[in-house]
């Protein structure tokens, strides 16, 4: 067996210092994940991390161990779908010298590097089943052997793993065995998306310039409130972390002090339109309604037959509507 380039593992490294006070927190619904994760810090349990990506996963992992009791000991982390299937194992229980034709020396892998403190399992819906099931023993017994080794070690580590995957499609598709899952699951802490705790976007925004002015030597005060409301309103699929990298970019390319709306370059999104009822506009049933049958109508070039097909409802109710709306066929 040979092993392409293996990823160099380190030397275990203390987690750097994130706490739960270092997080920014605004909203009743983070913090109460927030508090969750504070209460189940202090209690050994394993935890699993659920939520989209950029929610604050790795963050809140940190934020964990260094509130835990073996905050003195490493914080290792592996992310799973980064490392080929190949090598994940290696990378997890280590390899003995000589276990690949390019294994040199031997290494030591996360478990053993973090005994006594956590490792953090991320991406762990993205682990094939085989590598699964070596984990479940790692974490069950305490058990594992270095690849390619004979010896039987033992790591004492507290398990944190996340997935941005939903978790019925974890399950669902059987890509989770589910011992593992139940092993996993002794503490379940779901993070919210950023669209879900709106609160947070403000204080975010200063706390990202603050960090763009000491890394650039920018000067950035503020945005202005057009820039406020639209940021407020998107969608943020790639949620806090998408929010930072668009108020760097925004930092780094003002003119002025001030960031403007047009500085945050940010397209609207179809689910921004889908979610999001513009301002002053009536979002009213009737009203969402009317605009709905004029879109198709346009769209159909004013062709009847052909919309009231598209919307599912008889000739006569779409001439009924028509004019119940007063829509007209743009000249
Ligand atoms: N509550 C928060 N306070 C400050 N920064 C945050 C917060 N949540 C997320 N971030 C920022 O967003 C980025 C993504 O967070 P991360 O923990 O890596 O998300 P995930 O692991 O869920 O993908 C981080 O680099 C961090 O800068
Ligand atoms: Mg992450």
């Known amino acids: 067996m040979s092993a392409p380039e293996q990823p160099t593992i380190t030397s275990a490294y203390r987690s750097v210092g994130v706490t739960f006070q270092s997080l920014v927190c605004n909203s009743d619904v983070f913090r109460k994940t927030l508090s969750l994760a504070a209460s189940a810090a202090t209690k050994d349990v394993a935890i699993l991390l659920l939520g989209e990506t950029g929610t604050g996963k790795n963050l809140i992992a940190q934020a964990i161990h260094n509130a835990s009791r073996r905050r003195e000991k490493p914080f290792v982390s592996v992310n799973c779908s980064a490392i080929p299937d190949t090598l994940l194992e290696a990378e997890l229980f280590g390899s003995e010298k000589g276990a690949y034709t390019s294994a040199d020396k031997l290494r030591k892998g996360k478990f053993e590097l973090a005994h006594g403190g956590t490792l953090f399992l991320d991406e762990i819906g993205d ?175 004013w062709n009847k037959k052909e919309t009231s097909n598209l919307l599912g409802i008889s000739r006569p109710t779409l001439d009924r509507k028509i004019s119940e709306y007063n829509l007209r066929k743009p000249s």
């Open 127 to 301: 682990m094939s089943p085989v590598a699964q099931a070596k984990v479940l023993r790692a974490f069950e017994y305490k058990q594992f052997e270095r690849v390619g080794g004979e010896e039987t070690l033992h790591a004492d580590v507290r398990i944190i793993a996340a997935t941005n995957r939903p978790l019925e499609q974890l399950l669902g598709g059987g890509r989770f065995r589910e011992d593992l899952f139940y092993r996993m699951n002794e503490f379940t802490i779901e993070v919210p998306p950023l669209r879900a705790r709106r609160e947070e976007i403000e204080p975010l925004v200063q706390a990202f310039i603050r960090e763009c002015n000491e890394r650039f030597g920018t000067r950035i005060r503020g945005v202005d409130a057009p820039a406020l409301i639209r940021l407020k309103a998107h969608p943020w699929p790639g949620n806090v972390r998408e929010l930072r990298a668009v108020i760097k970019r925004a930092c780094v390319s003002a003119g002025g002090e001030t960031i403007r709306a047009e500085d945050l370059r940010l397209s609207p999104t179809p689910t921004s339109s889908d979610e999001i009822v513009p301002v002053g506009s009536d979002a009213t049933l009737a009203g969402v309604e009317a605009r709905h049958i004029e879109k198709v109508l346009n769209q159909t070039g």
